[in-house]
């Protein structure tokens, strides 16, 4: 198991963002649906190590993040996209890509190598010179895609990596994922429903903080059939679905 | 990465990518090679030599503004570089790191090599060169001895609170602004009290407040910066 | 972009036409190589040679683009094997052979070796013998070895393919007895 959370909580003031949330994930690609305000974000970052819980058992990768050193370790192994991402707009591509490879205690003989696969990968090797701020959106999140993916992580976490992706970029991400996925564990928040049935093998489905659904997409599509849901697609009909069942 | 083949064992992806290792990335500089080896991390390293407030430009505005307190000083015996230089570092200080001046904040909150190491590294770094600066012109200018170093103490109080400032308030302004007004709003009480705008730079007494006060910033930082605050 | 246009850009410090070149060429020059050394050699050779070309790109004068870069693969595997040690240097014949500037004990040991893969292919004047002097020893493109010949370029191209086995095969034994090889 890559991700054990028990009874998450995450409390900002008097609202809980995280309600109490369990789950285990092991290698595979995990999808996170959910409105929002959901909480997905929240969860994310905690499993990110960036926000400490409340209360509840947070272990990565079969480390503590309370402790320092332990931490530490996790991050090596980490890779994360945040929502919003912010770049430096004078560096480079390789640049940016290469400071968080270090950042992350990357051995520096491996870097520039790994570096370079990680650009490849996400089809910016023509623009690997170019400076960000020379960049369309789609490319910037690219660019956060490949610093994610960098250091070969065993644990991806990846907050709305589709925005501005055109479609045959969308599949190529999701060829990569499942790569990944082989190995590691992969966490996508997503509200885009289609990401999540072509390339999850497991999906949660959060609303207002806690989990109202865990399975396989294939059982939350089950969940929308013969209930007259709302949506276009199968998946979309399971989403509105499970979300009116867990309101009512 | 080709579409072509060529022979089926030789893998051209590996090829191409030995050669855009080269090609697109630099060896690192001197200077960051010896801090990599001094700090015992290239992360580290790599961090410091890219601190916005570390860069050419700002280094060569620095010396200028002292070089000009340095003349200034010549002029009017007034020692000016012991009063500009701690508004100067503070303000270094403030555009060294932290949620105001980094945009990938976020994701620099969940590197292996934490926000806070880099906070503290490019904060001395900026510091110590400041402070160096600070000394040469200080004794090239013929300023008396007392007020050649007396002005440290104060300096480094003022770039606590810049730095408490920044990230108190996650902006690099706010952190200049904090420091400045501060400086000058002691360097004209000191005159008020007793007379000399060097009263705020030279008096002994003021040390130990000077002091503490910089612990109460210093703590304040490293409370600020254990805890990341969160939206959801 | 024509390849003159690339290189000429490349010479200039665009590394994106650096990336279409090695699209474009990669894969020939890697089959070429790979006749002659083993495929971990092959990798490091068509490596050493992109980087000699995003160097010397400024050097290059307008002509064909595909000789002057196996030229540039010739001096990179000579130098290559050339920092190996001697006992490799024995594989790949073609090398040095008529670069007048090279080193003359480095031709003289690559005319011996020469002589011998070139004994493998057949007697002197045989057809096989005719297509790799053309194509391969004095660089000229299939076309205008067909010409030449007074065959179809199809011929040419056959011819070609059974020189490369009969060259592999040759080459292989000589790596075999070294215990290196692919």
């Not at chain 1, 865990?214 to 199968?234: F, S, V, Y």
């Not at chain 2, 810049?162 to 602004?177: E, K």
């Not at chain 3, 020469?114 to 057949?122: E, P, Q, V």
């Amino acid at each position: 198991m890559n991700v054990e959370l028990e009874e998450l909580v995450r409390r900002f003031g008097h609202t809980q963002a995280v309600a109490g949330v369990s789950l285990r994930a092991g290698p595979g690609v995990f999808g996170l649906l959910g409105p929002n305000g959901a909480g997905k974000t929240s969860l994310l970052r905690m499993m990110a190590t960036v926000l400490p819980p409340t209360s509840g058992r947070l272990e990565l990768l079969s480390r503590d993040p309370g402790d320092h050193a332990e931490r530490r370790e996790i991050r090596r192994r980490l890779g994360y996209l945040p929502q919003n991402l912010g770049y430096y707009p004078g560096f480079t591509v390789v640049d940016f890509i290469e400071y968080f490879a270090l950042l992350k205690d990357m051995p520096p003989r491996q870097v520039p190598r790994a570096v370079v696969a990680a650009v490849e990968r996400v089809g910016l090797g023509d623009k690997a010179r170019s400076k960000l701020k020379t960049l369309s959106g789609g490319m910037l999140r690219r660019v956060g895609i490949a610093q994610a993916i960098v250091n070969d992580p065993e644990l991806l976490l990846l907050d709305e990596p589709t925005a501005g992706l055109d479609p045959e970029q969308r599949v190529a991400f999701r060829t990569l994922l499942r790569e990944i996925g082989e190995r590691g564990t992969v966490v996508v928040s997503t509200h885009l429903v289609e990401d999540v049935g072509a390339a999850c093998t497991e999906v949660a489905l959060m609303d207002q903080g806690r989990i109202v659904f865990h399975g396989t997409p294939h059982q939350l599509t089950a969940r929308g059939e013969g209930t007259g849901a709302a949506g276009d697609a199968p998946l979309e009909r399971g989403y509105s679905a499970v979300l009116a069942a867990a309101r009512s | 990465m080709t579409d072509r083949c060529g022979p089926p064992d030789v893998d051209l992806d590996r090829v191409w990518t030995g050669v855009a290792a080269q090609v697109w990335l630099r060896r690192p500089g001197r200077i960051e090679r010896l801090a990599a080896q001094l700090l015992r991390s290239p992360g580290l390293a790599r961090a410091l030599v890219t601190t916005p407030s570390l860069l050419t430009g700002w280094v060569i505005a620095t010396a200028a503004i002292l070089l000009a307190g340095m003349a200034a000083t010549w002029g009017t015996h007034t020692p000016y570089v012991a009063l500009f230089d701690p508004a100067v570092a503070a303000a270094g200080i403030a555009y060294a790191y932290g949620p105001g001046i980094d945009p990938a904040w976020e994701l620099s909150q969940s590197m292996a090599v934490s926000d806070r190491m880099v906070l503290l590294t490019r904060a001395l770094a900026v510091f110590g060169l400041n402070a160096v600066f600070g000394l040469l012109a200080s004794a090239a200018s013929g300023a008396a001895v007392a007020v050649t170093f007396g002005w440290l103490v104060p300096m480094t109080a003022v770039c606590a609170l810049a730095l408490a400032a920044a990230t108190l308030a996650r902006s690099a302004n706010v952190g200049v602004a904090a420091g400045m007004s501060g400086w000058v709003i002691t360097v004209l009480a000191g005159k008020a009290i007793a007379g000399q705008v060097t009263a705020a730079v030279a008096g002994p007494s003021l040390v130990l407040p000077y002091l503490v006060f910089t612990a109460c910033c210093g703590a304040l930082v490293l409370y600020t910066t254990r805890i990341p605050r969160g939206t959801a | 972009m024509d390849d003159d246009e690339l290189i000429t850009a490349i010479a200039a410090g665009d590394d994106t036409a650096l990336r279409e070149l090695f699209s474009r060429h990669a894969p020939w020059l890697a089959i070429r190589l790979r006749s002659l050394l083993p495929a971990t050699d092959t990798e490091d050779v068509l490596q050493e040679t992109f980087l000699a070309v995003w160097q010397g790109a400024g050097s290059y004068r307008r002509g064909s683009a595909a000789g002057w870069l196996w030229g540039i693969a010739r001096r990179q595997a000579a130098l290559f094997l050339r920092r190996r040690g001697p006992a490799t240097l024995e594989l790949p014949g073609l090398l040095a052979i008529d670069d007048p500037d090279g080193d003359p004990a480095e031709a003289a040991l690559s005319g011996v070796v020469m002589a011998r893969a070139a004994a493998a292919l057949g007697p002197d004047g045989s057809p096989e013998r005719e297509v790799w002097r053309l194509v391969y020893v004095e660089d000229r493109p299939v076309a205008e070895a067909a010409e030449l010949l007074g065959v179809p370029v199809g011929t040419v191209k056959s011819r070609a393919h059974r020189v490369r086995r009969r060259l592999q095969a040759a080459l292989r034994i000589g790596t075999a007895t070294e215990g290196g090889g692919s």
